[in-house]
């Protein structure tokens, strides 16, 4: 068996899982901080929550290219 080297379009694919893996920890966050206390979340949860759809759009782009080159 051969080991194939791994293509740059896997990478993506796993920067899209990762970012929106982070993303969705984060909203879950919000909502635990929320339910648990009473102060508000800061800032940098809001953001953390903002690459959830970044991650999602990375993987959309992963989902076309890859599917192109498959033609």
Same mark, same amino acid.
């Given at each position: 068996?051969?080991? #194939?080297?791994?293509?740059?379009?896997?990478?993506?694919?796993?920067?899209?899982?990762?970012?929106?893996?982070?993303?969705?920890?984060?909203?879950?966050?919000?909502?635990?901080? #929320?339910?648990? #206390?009473?102060?508000?979340?800061?800032?940098?949860?809001?953001?953390?929550?903002?690459?959830?759809?970044?991650?999602?759009?990375?993987?959309?782009?992963?989902?076309?290219? #890859?599917?192109?080159?498959?033609?």
């Amino acid at each position: 068996m051969t080991n #194939s080297p791994r293509r740059r379009s896997d990478r993506l694919l796993q920067l899209a899982v990762a970012l929106f893996g982070i993303g969705i920890l984060a909203v879950i966050g919000i909502f635990v901080l #929320s339910i648990v #206390s009473d102060s508000e979340p800061g800032l940098w949860l809001y953001l953390l929550a903002m690459l959830a759809p970044v991650g999602f759009l990375l993987a959309l782009v992963f989902a076309l290219w #890859s599917g192109r080159r498959a033609r």
